[in-house]
């Protein structure tokens, strides 16, 4: 047999969006909101599902962007975060964001984490987690989440993984419905 390569590619949009300097941006509110625009361009541009996340290191500057890819490539893997934790970690150079535990990266995703996603945080080497839309918005709009465990906030937290959800959470929400009203598929 012949064995396949793997490769993760953007969608072209981002790059040509990403043209420029490095954005930097300071609060948790600009870094999700940043991933919730990634969201509504991968609906826009039909290049995956409604869902974008990015890594920025301490100072607020974006290590690596991602979105769904899920069904443009293929793959069920490809969900925003994991792609930005690929990305983030391809950028930097270690499977470790921390750098045993020098680092304190942020991920910031426009919905909840899906059991998936959840589960691959405490090897990436993330330190920080906020998100948007809640898990009851996307289950909302059909999507499944998974089976999580209720207290999953509180078991990252005691891996050193600070949590907050709910922020920018209305804004999220558009983009989910708007991926619905255009006939998006869910999975
Ligand atoms: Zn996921």
Not at 19 to 35: C, I, N, S, W, Y
Not at 122 to 132: F, T
Not at 162 to 177: C, F, I, K, Q, S
Request: aromatic share 6%; charged share 20%; with cysteine.
């Amino acid at each position: 047999m012949e064995l396949p390569e793997l490769t993760l590619r953007l969608p072209d949009w981002m790059q040509a969006q990403l043209q420029g300097p490095v954005p930097v941006l300071k609060t948790p509110e600009e870094q999700v909101r940043f991933a919730i625009e990634l969201s509504r361009q991968n609906v826009i541009h039909g290049t995956g599902g409604p869902f974008g996340a990015a890594v920025f290191d301490e100072d607020g500057t974006l290590v690596a962007p991602g979105v769904n890819l899920v069904v443009s490539q293929g793959c069920s893997i490809l969900h925003g975060e994991m792609v930005a934790l690929a990305m983030a970690q391809q950028v930097v150079g270690r499977h470790d964001l921390s750098d045993g535990g020098h680092h304190r990266y942020r991920l910031a995703v426009s919905a909840e984490p899906c059991a998936m996603c959840l589960g691959a945080l405490p090897w990436s080497g993330i330190r920080e987690l906020v998100y948007a839309a809640l898990d009851a918005d996307v289950r909302a709009i059909g999507f499944d989440e998974g089976d999580k465990p209720t207290a999953w906030q509180q078991a990252l937290e005691r891996r050193g993984i600070e949590v907050t959800g709910g922020v920018m959470r209305e804004e999220a929400v558009v983009v989910l419905n708007q991926y619905l009203a255009t006939g998006g598929r869910l999975y």
